[in-house]
């Protein structure tokens, strides 16, 4: 079945430590979209990439860091600058140039100790 | 820009009883209109969308929602719910130039037994 698979589901890090989430992808879809979820504030767009090797930067990219070296993979970097990085990140993908429909992986949990 | 607004980030209603779910949208171009589920710790998944055509658009488990244009509002309905339309409920709008879509806050859906 075709869909998008973000790992880890859970994740622990000390302050200071930078870590990467995967998300990867077997849809097809050009665009690619890492989402912040925090209580009661929605979804906030961080960066999204419509082509491989291009990407931009959201409302919220400061203190994240994103590559598209494949058109199936867009890994997101949660740095150390990041100063409050604790939350859900979601994973979406569309097809350029229809209604903008948004493909969902299941997530990933990040926690700072 | 476009923005949405979801009116009420939490909503209980009681089992066999309306469902009732206010989004209203502004856009400076002709919208693409979204209404997404979100169960804990998933991802969201797609219950319906606005694009063209006839206003009063039908999604998955009996929900549905109707595009009204001089009121700016794409609410969603559901005539008799179920234990298990308990879940979040995300209104989005999507800007068909540019391809990026904007979020509500929100709303928190309980059905009480």
């Known amino acids: 079945d075709g869909g998008i698979t973000q790992s880890p589901k859970y994740l622990f890090r000390k302050e200071g430590q930078n870590v990467t989430l995967s998300c990867e992808q077997n849809?097809?879809?050009?665009?690619m979209y890492w989402y912040r979820q925090d209580p009661g504030q929605g979804l906030r767009l961080i960066y999204y990439s419509q082509i491989v090797n291009d990407f931009q930067k959201g409302d919220i990219a400061e203190g994240y860091s994103v590559s598209r070296e494949k058109k199936e993979s867009f890994p997101l970097t949660v740095t150390s600058a990041q100063k409050n990085p604790t939350a859900f990140y979601l994973c979406?993908?569309?097809?350029?140039?229809?209604?903008?429909?948004?493909?969902f992986g299941e997530g990933s949990r990040l926690t700072v100790l | 820009a476009q923005s949405v607004t979801q009116l009420g980030s939490h909503v209980s209603v009681s089992e066999g009883a309306l469902v009732l779910l206010r989004c209203n949208y502004s856009s400076s171009v002709p919208p693409y209109l979204f209404w997404y589920v979100q169960y804990p710790n998933q991802g969201l998944q797609l219950l319906l969308k606005y694009t063209t055509g006839a206003t009063l658009v039908k999604g998955i488990n009996g929900f549905e929602a109707e595009f009204k244009k001089s009121e700016t509002s794409f609410h969603l309905t559901k005539p008799s719910a179920h234990m298990s339309d308990a879940a979040e409920y995300f209104c989005?709008?999507?800007?068909?130039?540019?391809?990026?879509?904007?979020f509500g806050d929100g709303t928190t859906l309980t059905v009480k037994p």
């Open positions: 849809l097809n879809h050009d665009a």
């Open positions: 989005a709008v999507t800007n068909t130039n540019a391809g990026k879509s904007t």
């Open positions: 979406a993908s569309s097809i350029i140039g229809t209604t903008g429909e948004l493909f």
